[in-house]
């Protein structure tokens, strides 16, 4: 029997819950997650399987998180990614790679983040992106999260390549559309891999085939 917290390389595509699903179904434990990755996201998903492992996870959501992110900078996106309506965004210049190097700095230590409006926070009891998607007005407001580094990894016009080490709560989709503003190019998430949370770290993260062929052993 599989039981305790483990970490699943989530691939592009399914939601973290389609995940947890498919885990219980090759388990038949309860099982849990410990923060989300949006469907165009992959990497790190932490999962509690079993009982005593599932109320472990409140824990492992506040550790520290590492993203290597693609940003996409010259236009916005109404999801903050790439699934959104985008519009052309006509800068004056193409940032320079030293531009960019102060701007990243800006973003390091605590923040204020204005979290993306298609995102699970829940407004009067209605998650955000369903208020979103039926057209109504979504107001969030901005929250202190905490930036602990970012490293510029490449950059070749209009993608810029990052990597992200956070606490709890950030969005990554946030900081792209904030860097993509601070530059005057406009920007969004181009693409996005979480590679650690906490100790646990995608190169010893498991596939679901993988977990499968371990449980029918």
């Known amino acids: 029997m599989i039981t305790g917290i483990i970490a699943i390389?989530?691939?592009?595509?399914?939601?973290?819950?389609?995940?947890?699903?498919?885990?219980?179904k090759i388990t038949g434990q309860k099982v849990g997650h410990a923060g989300t990755l949006d469907p165009l996201a992959s990497g790190v998903?932490?999962?509690?399987?079993?009982?005593?492992?599932?109320?472990k996870l409140?824990?492992?959501?506040?550790?520290?998180?590492?993203y290597v992110a693609e940003i996409f900078l010259g236009?916005?996106?109404?999801?903050?990614?790439?699934?959104?309506?985008?519009?052309?965004?006509?800068?004056?210049?193409?940032?320079?790679e030293e531009q960019i190097v102060l701007i990243l700095k800006e973003f390091v230590g605590q923040i204020q983040q204005t979290p993306p409006v298609y995102s699970a926070i829940k407004i009067k009891g209605q998650e955000?992106?369903?208020?979103?998607?039926?057209?109504?007005?979504?107001?969030?407001?901005?929250?202190?999260?905490e930036i602990k580094q970012i490293e510029l990894l490449k950059y070749?016009?209009?993608?810029?390549?990052?990597?992200?080490?956070?606490?709890?709560?950030?969005?990554?989709?946030?900081?792209?559309?904030?860097?993509?503003?601070?530059?005057?190019?406009?920007?969004?998430l181009f693409s996005l891999?979480?590679?650690r949370v906490g100790q646990y770290?995608?190169?010893q993260a498991k596939t679901v085939e993988e977990l499968k062929s371990h449980a029918n052993l």
């Open 9 to 24: 390389n989530k691939p592009v595509g399914p939601t973290s819950n389609d995940i947890v699903q498919q885990v219980k």
């Open 45 to 55: 998903l932490v999962l509690g399987i079993g009982r005593e492992a599932t109320k």
């Open 58 to 66: 409140s824990e492992v959501v506040k550790k520290e998180k590492e």
């Open 75 to 96: 236009a916005n996106s109404t999801t903050d990614d790439q699934e959104g309506e985008k519009t052309i965004v006509e800068a004056k210049n193409q940032p320079t």
């Open 128 to 145: 955000a992106y369903k208020l979103a998607r039926k057209g109504r007005s979504v107001d969030l407001k901005s929250r202190p999260v």
């Open 156 to 188: 070749n016009y209009p993608l810029l390549k990052i990597k992200v080490v956070s606490g709890p709560g950030v969005y990554i989709r946030s900081l792209a559309r904030d860097i993509g503003k601070k530059l005057g190019s406009g920007g969004y």
């Open 193 to 195: 891999v979480r590679t």
């Open 201 to 203: 770290k995608i190169e």
